[in-house]
């Protein structure tokens, strides 16, 4: 689950445009900047965490 959205359980399994109605974007053009800037703030980058190296 993404995010645990509430309405997607399974978005790896979805349809593409279910996936993108539930997330509210545009397939064409994306998310607006204003809600880049407020979905930024609300869950943190979109970064792995780096594991430390093997010695």
Known sequence: MIGKHPHLE?????AADHVVRAFG???????ASAAVAE???RH????LTQSPPVP
Request: charged share 20%; proline share 5%; aromatic share 0%.
């Open 10 to 14: 399974a978005s790896h399994a979805a």
């Open 25 to 31: 974007t545009d397939p064409h053009a994306g998310l």
């Open 39 to 41: 979905r930024l703030l």
């Open 44 to 47: 943190g980058r979109n970064e």
